[in-house]
């Protein structure tokens, strides 16, 4: 009877643990944030907070508001310190400055240099691109670029001056007439630096020059000059059809610029310009 009755007394105590297990699996206590294996229970006010600021535009404000009800609830057993971070409140240090000139580009020594190089483009290049302003109709007033051949003097005498050989039935002498301004640019397309260390014709390491002036018609004392500047260099010119008008123009100089490597473009003055003796790029 004794053993029956402790089997009875134990029964109870049975049930009831059966009772709080099948309570827990069927009825899950709704509300709770785990964070690195901890769980507390969140009221309803504050459940009905985070349902209205969870929004992208909220939850960083929330984040940064130190008085806030996640900054309050949030426990300081899950935020784990970095132990390669430094501790709050640390300055930083900065580091060392990297030695002068360890990252400068190779510049020639000195503007002095930049007039030479740009009379050698000049008298080196047989060809450049010629941008004048559009005298047609639909595209009047806008930039129209053209692509031809030039030459400032014999190969023997370099003048800096540009000089061409075009005919009235190119669109370019109509944008002349209208207006004169035009810029030619000479890259150094042929040059042996491009050449030699295989580099692309536009990369700035490859010279550049950009004159800027007026476009004239040579005169008649200059024709004979102008004739053995452009034969000499072109000369098939000599076999072009002589229906198509063909006359010599010249560009005064107003403006150069030259760029020989990464960066902008430099000034020259035509003094500075038309004094120098070309030299390589």
């Given at each position: 009877?004794?053993?029956r009755?402790?089997?009875?007394?134990?029964?109870?105590?049975?049930?009831?643990?059966?009772w709080?297990?099948?309570?827990?699996?069927?009825f899950?206590?709704?509300g709770?944030?785990i964070?690195?294996?901890?769980?507390?229970?969140?009221?309803?006010?504050?459940?009905?907070e985070?349902d209205?600021?969870?929004?992208?535009?909220?939850?960083?404000?929330?984040?940064?508001?130190?008085?806030?009800?996640?900054q309050?609830?949030?426990?300081?057993?899950?935020?784990?310190?970095?132990?390669h971070?430094?501790?709050?409140?640390?300055?930083r240090?900065?580091?060392?400055?990297?030695p002068?000139g360890?990252f400068?580009?190779?510049?020639?020594?000195?503007?002095?240099?930049?007039?030479?190089?740009?009379?050698?483009?000049?008298?080196?290049s047989?060809?450049g691109?010629?941008?004048?302003?559009?005298?047609?109709?639909?595209?009047?007033?806008?930039?129209?670029?053209?692509?031809v051949?030039?030459s400032?003097?014999p190969?023997?005498?370099?003048t800096?001056?540009?000089?061409?050989?075009?005919?009235?039935k190119?669109?370019?002498?109509?944008?002349?007439?209208?207006?004169?301004?035009?810029?030619l640019?000479?890259?150094?397309?042929?040059?042996?630096?491009?050449?030699?260390?295989?580099?692309?014709?536009?990369?700035?390491?490859?010279?550049?020059?950009?004159?800027?002036?007026?476009?004239?018609?040579?005169?008649?004392?200059?024709?004979?000059?102008a004739?053995?500047?452009?034969?000499?260099?072109h000369?098939?010119?000599?076999k072009?059809?002589?229906?198509?008008?063909?006359?010599?123009?010249?560009?005064?100089?107003?403006?150069?610029?030259?760029?020989?490597?990464?960066?902008?473009?430099?000034?020259?003055?035509?003094?500075?310009?038309?004094?120098?003796v070309?030299?390589?790029?």
């Open positions: 009877m004794s053993v009755q402790g089997q009875r007394l134990a029964r109870p105590g049975t049930s009831l643990s059966w709080l297990c099948c309570s827990t699996l069927l899950p206590a709704a709770y944030v964070v690195s294996s901890l769980s507390w229970a969140v009221p309803n006010e504050v459940d009905e985070l209205r600021a969870s929004t992208e535009e909220a939850m960083p404000a929330h984040l940064e508001d130190s008085s806030s009800f996640w309050r609830s949030f426990p300081t057993s899950a935020h784990k310190k970095d132990p971070l430094p501790p709050a409140g640390t300055a240090t900065l580091p060392p400055a990297a002068p360890m400068s580009y190779p510049h020639e020594s000195g503007s002095r240099l930049r007039p030479g190089t740009a009379r050698f483009l000049a008298h080196a047989t060809w691109c010629l941008a004048t302003v559009s005298a047609q109709e639909k595209i009047s007033g806008l930039p129209f670029g053209n692509c051949p030039i400032d003097g190969l023997d005498n370099s800096g001056i540009p000089y061409f050989y075009v005919t009235p190119d669109s370019m002498v109509a944008d002349l007439m209208k207006n004169p301004m035009a810029s640019l000479l890259p150094e397309l042929e040059g042996e630096f491009c050449r030699k260390n295989v580099v692309e014709p536009e990369e700035p390491r490859c010279a550049r020059l950009t004159l800027t002036g007026q476009m004239m018609a040579v005169s008649s004392e200059e024709v004979e000059f004739k053995q500047a452009m034969f000499s260099r000369p098939v010119m000599k072009w059809p002589r229906r198509y008008a063909w006359f010599f123009m010249k560009m005064r100089i107003e403006h150069i610029w030259l760029q020989k490597w990464y960066g902008g473009i430099s000034g020259i003055s035509r003094e500075d310009y038309f004094k120098a070309p030299r390589k790029a």
